[in-house]
């Protein structure tokens, strides 16, 4: 089961020094600017929180794993200042996931679309399931995977990114996802996965917590300048969603 609310669900939990952060939106785990406003949040006050060692990342229920972002607001952004605000969205919480004190785990259940394979680019380490097929669709719609492309691009190299954006309809598998190293792990189940990942996360918990959070500050080296970078890439996006092309192509695809 997952959330009905329309401004979508975030829900954390820390036990024994591993916060576990859920999100949920009933049109397939997809962000609406709110959400992802208050994901931001919540990372930036775990980060300082000194109880915490590391984070989980995960979304509700047995479907996809994030569609996203919101489509309707897409469709309602009607000028440049709207249109970069809400491409910024996924910008600030990627920022955040990277400036995070600690090494965050994403738990991949399923289908990942657009802004859902920048959340799982940004993590530190990802578990996901069989099931969990990656897309990037944005060309399809007129625009481009323009903000998460260097979190993508981080991941599974230049090529990588060519081949899921320059293929807007094409699933990639789960074994692709690994061997490009966007998943750490793949198993064939919910079960199997939720059971190695309780088992990972509860060693990594044990370790010198002043020694994870300097691992995750030299894991991101080199990505300094994505505060401006990212935000950059927010207004080039937002401009493209103006575009006549982009208006006809999501008017189509919306039918």
């Known amino acids: 089961m997952g959330t009905n609310r329309a401004n979508g ?3 954390t939990s820390v036990n024994q020094g591993v916060a576990t952060i859920e999100f949920g939106h009933p049109a397939g785990n997809s962000f609406v600017s709110e959400l992802l406003q208050r994901l931001t949040k919540q990372l930036q006050e775990l980060s300082s929180d000194n109880s915490v060692s590391l984070i989980v990342l995960k979304s509700e229920g047995d479907g996809a794993f994030c569609a996203g972002a919101s489509f309707h607001e897409l469709m309602a952004v009607s000028n440049q200042k709207e249109g970069t605000e809400f491409f910024s969205g996924f910008a600030h919480v990627i920022n955040a996931m990277r400036n995070c ?3 965050i785990i994403g738990r991949v259940q399923g289908k990942a679309v657009g802004g859902g394979v920048g959340l799982i680019s940004a993590c530190d380490y990802v578990f996901a399931t069989e099931d969990a097929s990656v897309k990037l669709s944005e060309l399809s719609i007129g625009i481009a995977p323009l903000v998460i492309a260097p ?3 981080r991941k599974v190299g230049a090529h990588g990114l060519a081949e ?3 293929s807007p309809t094409e699933w990639k598998n789960a074994y692709w ?7 750490s792990k793949v198993y064939g189940n919910v079960k199997e996965m939720d059971k190695e990942l309780e088992f990972f996360t509860s060693q990594l918990a044990k370790y010198n917590p002043m020694a994870l959070a300097a691992l995750k500050q030299a894991l991101w080296e080199g990505t300094e300048d994505w505060g401006t970078l990212l935000t950059n890439r927010a207004a080039q996006t937002g401009a493209l969603a103006l575009s006549d092309h982009t ?3 999501m008017a ?3 039918k």
């Open 177 to 183: 996802a690994k061997e490009k190293g966007l998943f």
């Open 9 to 11: 669900s975030l829900y």
């Open 252 to 254: 189509a695809f919306k």
């Open 164 to 166: 899921l954006s320059l």
């Open 151 to 153: 979190a993508v691009k």
């Open 101 to 103: 004190s600690q090494p």
């Open 247 to 249: 208006k006809k192509a």
